[in-house]
């Protein structure tokens, strides 16, 4: 008998051969439905039916909970913890080679999907690129990406230098826009880009039918981007109830991060003296703890469109489903809301609610099975024990 790693790739073959009958116990849906024993008929990796367990299944998930691949909006693949146990985000000043960046970033992918993320986004580096193009056909293993390759701050230039920058985003196979509209939390979270900087970042992302999603902790840059048109705005720790008003009223989506902030603290010898991760912004990190939890609070009440996005670095790949965890417990998010920024509201903000985020005819098949109930115990997260993407089998440990 093969040992269970080499039989992974047999199973996924198999269930790319034929049609494929999932029956399940609790099916969540993504769009806040629960199912009870229903079976999932998958052909040519999308779902063709969901109907009454009736069939001989193919692959029985009885007893666990499967809900459609989750969505990560927003993460790091190419950050890493180097050799010496240090944050290295590779490039100029890195330790490591560009041969070894490449091996972490993979590891990365590989740790996020086999934790049931099935598609992030991806903020920033050009690695990203090639890791999305190799998972797309199926050289290396990991969730389905897309990609910023870089980003845009108050240095890259005049507005016109900016609006070049992006029509060079694009050509260069970009599949959203990033830019920073204010400091990091770490330095107070100020405006640093222009309105008129802004302003051709996210009108000229528009233009060439890129979506822009912005850093802003807050009001004042969060607040240029939305009437500038940018579609999600990151972090947003500082936001004021009229700039969450103006989001909810245009659509515009929104994405607190409580890992992130977790993550830093949990590591922060691995981080101490680079940067600005010094005392100060160890501190100021801390503080925006209960501010995250707060305006997720105030953001529900007045019906923004929230995605789930953990700004995953380094140490946190892997662990992104910690995120539905705090959301609930920290941020009194009810757990079918948190399951549901990371589906089918996640997948909308991607501009790609057809083909991802729920269970339904037609979508893909990307499945994640949990060990217990998440709308009971939303710490059964935790527990992946089947991981399915685009009817590939990646994960299976029942």
Known sequence: MLPRLFALPVLAAVAMAQPVIVKTTTLIDGKGHVLRNQEITIDAGRITHIADAKQKPTIDL?????????????????????????????????????????????????????????????????????????????????????????????????????????????????????????????????????????????????????RGVVHAHASDGATAAIMAGCTSIEHGTFLDDTTLQLMASRGVFFDPNFLVLHNYLENKPKFLGIGNYNEEGFAAMEKGLPLVADVLRRARKLNVKIVLGTDAVAGSHGRNAEEFIYRVKDGGDKPMDALMSGTSVAAESLGMADKIGSLAEGMEADLVAVAGNPLDDITAVRRVVFVMKGGKIYKNTR
């Open 62 to 210: 009885s007893g666990l909970t499967v809900m459609p691949g989750w969505i990560d909006t927003h993460v790091h693949l190419g950050w890493y913890f180097n050799k010496e146990g240090r944050y290295d985000p590779g490039g100029r000043n890195s330790t490591t080679t560009p041969q070894q960046a490449a091996l972490y970033a993979a590891a990365n992918a590989y740790a996020t999907l086999m934790g049931g993320f099935t598609t992030v986004q991806c903020l920033g580096m050009p690695i990203e690129g090639d890791l999305r193009d190799l998972i797309a056909t199926g050289a290396i293993p990991g969730p389905r990406v897309l990609t910023s390759l870089r980003s845009i701050n108050e240095n890259t230039g005049d507005p016109e230098h900016i609006r070049t920058f992006v029509d060079k985003m694009k050509a260069d196979g970009s599949d959203v826009v990033k830019l920073f509209a204010t400091a990091s939390i770490r330095d107070g979270g100020k405006m640093t880009m222009s309105v008129e900087q802004v302003n051709a970042a996210c009108g000229e992302a528009k233009k060439v039918g890129l």
